[in-house]
């Protein structure tokens, strides 16, 4: 299921909401068609009841672990923020994870020849947070995941600065309207440079 939009801080809008790869599911989508393949054949081959149970029985286990799997992949959730970095993952316990965009300083990627094939790998995070140092597995085109986390960390950065010039800005007008009172500037001057700050907000 998608993230829940309710769990967003004011103004923050969702820029990736992943899952596991579908690699996640291999090893048990195999052993689930080989179990069926086995089932069918000791069927067909009319074997003792007890070697039939005993398939069936494999075909259940396979399905169950199957079952959970999806479970597990439909409630992960890595998800990229305007203001922060999200992971949550469990059925019934939930594990999360968050890191504030403006704490993360690295972020590693790596992938095997195997992982390169089917566009998955891992992605490091490495921020200034207790933890330290993250590690996320599974994750789909972890290069262009990696690019875009950067690409918000400047994004964020530039907002930032942006908010901390607009008080300065007022503190300026401020003192211009000191001076004007005062009679050291003119009223032209000081509606000439007042556009000017305006301008830069």
Excluded: C
């Amino acid at each position: 299921m998608p993230f829940p939009r309710r769990l967003l801080f004011e103004g923050e809008e969702i820029v990736l909401d992943v899952r596991p790869h579908w690699r996640f599911f291999v090893g048990p989508a195999l052993l689930l068609l080989v179990a069926l393949a086995v089932l069918v054949a000791a069927a067909g081959a009319k074997v003792d009841d007890w070697a039939l149970l005993a398939a069936a029985g494999v075909v259940v286990a396979s399905l169950l672990w199957f079952a959970g799997r999806y479970l597990r992949w439909a409630t992960t959730n890595f998800v990229l923020t305007t203001d922060r970095l999200i992971f949550r993952s469990g059925v019934v316990a939930k594990r999360g994870t968050e890191i504030p965009l403006e704490r993360i300083n690295t972020v590693f990627s790596h992938q095997t020849i195997l992982e390169r094939m089917l566009r998955s790998g891992d992605l490091v995070i490495e921020s200034g947070g207790e933890q330290g140092r993250e590690s996320f597995s599974d994750i789909p085109r972890p290069a262009q995941v990696q690019n875009e986390i950067y690409r918000q960390i400047e994004d964020n950065q530039q907002r930032s600065s942006g908010a901390q010039r607009e008080p300065d800005v007022v503190d300026q007008l401020d003192r211009l309207d000191d001076l004007r009172k005062r009679g050291v500037i003119t009223e032209a001057e000081f509606l000439a440079k007042k556009t000017k700050l305006l301008d830069r907000l």
